[in-house]
């Protein structure tokens, strides 16, 4: 389905929108004006992708309450408007997000009660190898309520010589987990990424352990999930086994990734030459509407 005789470049159209007011516009009036007058012999407009929500909230304002309640009200809306559109006009959306690191501190006797901290662990990051859950998706469970599935995209701390051809140098594999989903349990894998494309690594997939909800990190009933010789207790598992990839793998460093070719970003030219000017919002021509 996306093959170049399908979907190619000349089909990506780009919209700048540095503001969540800006995006807020777009998803109200201009997409939806794009989708009404469009050539009916032109390819319909079926993927959406915003990069990214996170970046939008970025100022230099002190965080404080009111500001929270705002980005919380924006969220909202820009998530009403992106389901409105997805099912009135059968469009996928990709939104990207960003990561924040996770300070694991020293916690109290359980007191009965279930943190933010300890949910976030459900909602906000993957756990299907040590470590993978040092990161948690941004915007908190304000915008973790709006999607349908997270996905993480992350790169491993582990490298892998390939008889592909691709290189000579250890290729670094990448890590794919779906935190949560409406049509699929979680789920992870390894995949790496050639000059041919993605490819998923064979036996790589895993199911992340169960855990129950008042695990704590730390606590006197259950060790440290840093440490990777822990595997179960009294029989229950409490870390997933590595992949049989990670035999023999070499471990991932600074100076490798350094050593790596990296070509020019062709994005960047793609972008400059497709995405609309600043006076596009001006050039097209929306009937008015009365607030609801």
Request: some cysteine; glycine content about 4%.
């Amino acid at each position: 389905m996306l093959s170049p005789t399908a979907c190619t470049l000349s089909d990506v159209q780009t919209v700048h929108t540095p503001t969540a007011e800006k995006l807020t516009y777009i998803l109200s009036a201009f997409l939806p004006q794009y989708i009404s007058t469009a050539d009916q012999s032109s390819k319909p407009l079926k993927f959406v992708v915003i990069d990214s929500l996170a970046e939008l909230f970025h100022d230099s304002a002190k965080t404080t309450t009111q500001t929270l309640v705002e980005r919380s009200r924006r969220v909202s809306e820009i998530s009403t408007l992106v389901h409105s559109l997805a099912s009135k006009h059968r469009i996928a959306f990709l939104v990207l997000n960003e990561v924040t690191d996770v300070i694991v501190r020293d916690v109290p006797p359980d007191c009965g009660t279930m943190s933010y901290r300890d949910q976030s662990r459900w909602f906000g990051r993957p756990n299907s190898i040590p470590g993978e859950d040092s990161k948690e998706a941004s915007l908190g469970l304000v915008w973790a309520n709006q999607v349908n599935v997270r996905i993480f995209l992350s790169r491993t701390r582990r490298r892998r010589y390939f008889e592909s051809g691709e290189s000579d140098q250890p290729m670094l594999i990448r890590r794919l987990s779906v935190v949560f989903s409406s049509v699929s349990p979680p789920v992870s894998c390894d995949y790496i990424v050639t000059s041919q494309g993605i490819s998923i690594i064979p036996g790589s997939t895993s199911v992340p352990p169960h855990r129950t909800p008042l695990d704590r990190v730390g606590s006197p009933d259950m060790p440290s999930t840093t440490d990777p010789s822990m595997s179960n207790i009294d029989g229950k598992q409490l870390l997933p086994s590595l992949p049989p990839l990670d035999i023999g793998c070499v471990e991932d460093s600074f100076a490798a990734e350094a050593k790596a070719a990296t070509p020019e970003d062709e994005w960047d030219s793609f972008w400059a030459d497709n995405t609309l000017p600043d006076d596009v919002y001006t050039q097209i021509n929306i009937p008015a509407t009365s607030a609801s």
